[in-house]
């Protein structure tokens, strides 16, 4: 180890270096000006924050939409889980990779989809219409838009919950369930006693993910038009950033929402690991297969919840090769105008082009970075390197909306006018927030690929003569190639389709990303809409393509992408 | 008649292209402490999963004291089991774990504690009701799941090798504890396990397992002494076994027969025609410098081997000798005058009686 230590030494300052600059200085800007005004350091803002009746509904509103977000997950993913990690049916693969596929598009996309479809003339109405169900339009979220943002996060979350309750109910050792059938549990009361009580943890952890992530997401809202929830308020104040402390305390407010809620799930999970090391996987696990009617009656349900879950696509997909859809149930007439103009037009090809050179560049510099983090922590004896592995997962606790906010009023007051500052050229900023969000993803994919890779692999190379340096090329390197590139893929795809650093940070629109082009195309006149959902649509293509891939390299093991702690 | 306690019919199991279990049937009397004894892969582990309805068999009947119940949920069985990894529940605490059974079946929460306090008490594991199970050592969590069973006062215990997660002190001290503990009840014992030591030192029976079938099926003095083939003969402990040919046929019992050594009296554990295998155990072996033939020394088989190779293992000495161009091992009690005797390079006559110079067929069925 000795010939690296002048390397390890520096990439760990520089490691340090860059989180320091890009996420905790940002961050500190955010808490000190949440409590500073012109007058200097004054607790009024923090203190008085829900003294104004619109930050009290918006933090009402938007803790609501957390819960019934989690609570419509969990419903929706728990009995799901069940049915896959414990039974047997034809086409269960297909099915399992197949409900992975609400993931692939931001819902705030899919809330366009969702909004002509539900519209007062849209598909839905008039299809109710036409079968005699209803004698009017109806407005299905006009009067309850909560309700819309509700169904549409749930739709697109309920996988990630799914992907960590699979993955705590298939760590539990099929001896414990066995041992309480054995002793006289039915199987429901050997799935309240011991199987539940055990999933537990990881269920919990997943639950509050879930929380987190509906707490502070800003695109769904924006599109159905919701503008009392916390993000979105935040969201507004950005125009006043220099000049409203109340705007900081509100993004306090949320950060420490969130990294409660990261800590919350940390502690649950670090919980269930000591439970699930405590048996050895004993008998492999025998999956009761479902009679032929449970078999049609898993398919029914399935296939019901991907209709409805893949719907808002569907629709998104219609809307981008269809010109008239209005009043009717399916698009009147067809095109491929759109789908063509989606890389024609300047403001979507340059689009395509940032996003795709931001992605990439956040992608490499995340590989590395994660790659090195992973190595250290796992490979040396260097001091600190805990310190340093908690530093990298700290992004999962701070949502996207709370950096960019930070980058914006950090970067912007102290960089005026230089590469740094978002209002005159956000790319570093919007690069550095991608890599920066995404990096614990990186990080962990190389960390669960690095503690499988077997230390004596690379003893014996140092045995025959290989000094450490080649030891990571020849031996380390190519044995974590899977687990680094489908963290990479995952690490790309939604950096592609990262929605809030993109709609605060890219203020010009020569340096829109694909997200902010759809935001802004969704409103514009003329079939705005209609390229939007284009845009979309091409996006679904790259993202769905990415998973797919991801998968078929991790397997059953991409749960762990997403996991909490 | 009172019905067996559990009597296995025709049973037959198999996984894919693999027999499990090849028309097995077996009858277990109550009380007794019964082995399934084999190699890894017999098919042992599937006949006691059968036994607690955690596998279903392909065919044939079981009968719990007359009763079929091959169509009950495992929940039904009543016949709980230790588990090879324990499956202690890692989220209850010592006394919950026991508990368990007990609040499956609405059992009064006064009458629960006081049973579970007696089976702690019984596992001598008193006091330790609040631990988690992973706050205890291997030994104790085999004392928990051991309570966790008989609390239940159940007819039948099923135990799957539930000493192989132990280390070679804490195995023979449970293996002892598990005996105790099965001549205190009247609780007829399933033992499924792979060492022959710990089947041969508890067994009231026993059946030997291989490839899904029962190859042997009697006390463990029986099967040791008297093996019915080569599989048991070698399964159960060291044996020296060569081949031989006689004309015409023999009768199950003492016959004589023409061996390398000469003419010997010896056992024949079935009729035998044309071949025959012979059996000696190594310990049966006796040379005539340290122990003299018994009297009248003309009924004891006698041959001239040489020590080709002799280790001391503490309190035996175990010899690699070679007789008629036969290898024969021999075990004999280490004393100084058998070191003496029983020098490497040395010819010397040795002695077996016929009871111990045993004829099986050839081939295992």
């Known amino acids: 180890m000795n010939r690296l230590r002048l390397p390890v030494q520096l990439l760990v300052l520089a490691t340090v270096a860059y989180l320091g600059f890009f996420l905790i200085w940002p961050l500190a800007h955010v808490f000190e000006n949440a409590f500073r005004d012109p007058r200097g350091f004054t607790p009024f803002y923090i203190v008085n924050l829900f003294r104004n009746p619109a930050v009290r509904e918006a933090a009402r509103n938007s803790f609501l939409l957390a819960l019934l977000v989690t609570l419509l997950t969990t419903a929706i993913a728990l009995p799901l889980a069940w049915l896959f990690s414990r039974h047997t049916f034809p086409g269960k693969t297909p099915l399992s990779a197949a409900l992975l596929l609400p993931m692939i598009l931001p819902p705030f996309v899919s809330a366009v989809g969702m909004k002509i479809l539900f519209a007062r003339a849209g598909a839905i109405s008039t299809l109710l219409m036409r079968l005699g169900l209803a004698n009017q339009p109806v407005d299905w979220f006009g009067a309850q838009p909560l309700l819309g943002i509700v169904v549409l996060e749930s739709l697109h979350l309920f996988p990630i919950l799914f992907l960590n309750l699979s993955a705590a109910l298939a760590n539990i050792d099929p001896s414990l369930e066995e041992a309480a059938l054995n002793l006289g549990a039915t199987p429901g009361r050997v799935f309240r006693r011991v199987t539940l009580p055990l999933a537990a943890p990881g269920l919990f952890a997943g639950m509050t993910l879930v929380f987190v992530w509906s707490f502070t997401e800003l695109g769904t809202p924006l599109v159905f038009g919701v503008r009392r929830v916390l993000p979105v308020l935040i969201y507004d104040g950005v125009a006043e950033i220099g000049s409203n402390p109340a705007a900081y305390a509100q993004v306090v407010f949320v950060l420490l929402v969130a990294a409660l809620g990261f800590w919350i799930g940390k502690y649950a999970t670090n919980r269930h690991r000591q439970v699930a090391t405590l048996g050895r996987l004993s008998v492999s696990r025998t999956e009761v297969s479902l009679s032929p009617l449970g078999s049609i009656l898993a398919w029914l349900a399935l296939a019901t919840l991907l209709f409805v879950a893949v719907l808002p696509h569907l629709s998104i997909l219609f809307l981008a090769v269809s010109r008239r859809w209005f009043l009717t149930v399916l698009p009147e007439s067809w095109t491929l105008a759109f789908i063509r103009q989606a890389l024609d037009s300047d403001l979507t090809r340059a689009a395509l082009v940032n996003s795709l050179g931001l992605s990439l560049a956040a992608t490499f510099l995340d590989a590395a970075l994660g790659f090195s983090i992973a190595w250290i922590c796992l490979r040396t004896r260097l001091w600190g390197r805990d310190a340093l592995d908690a530093l990298a997962m700290i992004p999962l606790a701070v949502p996207g909306l709370v950096v960019a906010f930070g980058y914006l009023g950090a970067f912007g007051s102290v960089f005026r006018g230089s590469l740094l500052d978002p209002r005159h050229n956000p790319y570093i900023l919007l690069a550095a927030g991608y890599s920066i969000r995404r990096l614990p993803y990186m990080v962990r994919a190389a960390h669960a690929g690095l503690e499988q890779v077997s230390l004596t692999y690379e003893e014996a190379a140092a045995n025959l003569g290989a000094s450490p340096w080649r030891i990571v090329q020849r031996i380390t390197l190519p044995l974590l190639s899977a687990n680094l590139l489908a963290g990479a893929i995952l690490c790309f795809a939604f950096s592609m389709l990262e929605v809030s650093d993109s709609l605060i940070l890219a203020q010009a629109e020569r340096f829109y990303p694909l997200t902010k082009a759809i935001y802004t195309l969704m409103d514009a006149l003329e079939n705005g809409v209609n390229v939007a959902a284009a845009l979309g649509a091409w996006a679904m293509l790259l993202l769905g393509a990415a998973l797919l891939w991801a998968t078929a390299l991790l397997g059953r093991r991409i749960g762990q992408m997403f996991r909490t702690g | ?365």
């Open chain 2, 1 to 365: 008649m009172t019905p067996h306690a559990i009597s296995v019919q025709n049973l037959s199991r198999r996984f894919g292209t693999v027999v499990a279990l090849d028309n097995v049937s077996l009858d277990i009397q109550a009380g007794e402490l019964f082995f399934l004894l084999g190699p890894s892969g017999c098919g042992k582990t599937t006949l006691l999963r059968i036994l607690a309805g955690l596998e279903k068999a392909d065919s044939g009947r079981i009968l719990f004291e007359g009763h079929d119940i091959a169509n009950r949920p495992p929940h039904e069985r009543g016949a709980p089991m230790v588990f090879q990894n324990y499956a202690l529940w890692p989220h209850l605490t010592v006394a919950e774990n026991i508990a368990f059974g007990l609040v499956e079946r609405r059992i009064s929460r006064s009458e629960i504690t006081r049973r579970v306090q007696e089976a702690l008490a019984l596992v001598e594991l008193k006091g330790l009701g609040d631990r988690r199970p992973g706050q205890l050592s291997g030994g104790q969590q085999q004392r928990v799941v051991l309570a966790r069973a008989l609390v239940l006062n159940p007819r039948i215990v099923l135990l799957d090798e539930p000493l192989s997660n132990l280390d070679a002190k804490l195995r023979h001290e449970m293996r002892e504890e598990i005996g105790a503990l099965h001549a205190r009840t009247d609780i007829t014992f399933v033992y499924v396990t792979h060492d022959q030591t710990e089947a041969l030192s508890l067994a009231d029976r026993m059946a030997v397992m291989s490839n899904g079938r029962i190859l042997g099926l009697g006390t463990p003095a029986d099967l040791y002494h008297r093996p019915p083939n080569p599989f048991c003969a070698s399964f159960l402990g060291e044996a020296n076994l060569f081949p031989l040919r006689f004309d015409g046929s023999l009768p199950s019992g003492p016959v004589v027969i023409s061996t390398p050594f000469g003419s010997w009296y010896a056992t024949a554990v079935a009729p035998l025609s044309r071949t025959a295998l012979c059996m000696i155990r190594p310990e049966h072996l006796r040379p005539e410098e340290v122990e003299s033939p018994p009297q009248p020394a003309g009924r004891a088989n006698r041959l001239e081997a040489r020590i080709v190779h002799s280790r001391m293992m503490g309190s035996l000495l175990f010899l690699q000798m070679e007789a008629a161009e036969i290898r024969l091992h021999a075990v004999v009690l280490n004393r100084p005058e058998a070191v003496r005797a029983l020098q490497t390079g040395r010819t010397l006559p040795w002695f077996v009686s016929p009871d111990e110079t045993i004829l099986l067929p050839d081939h295992t069925p």
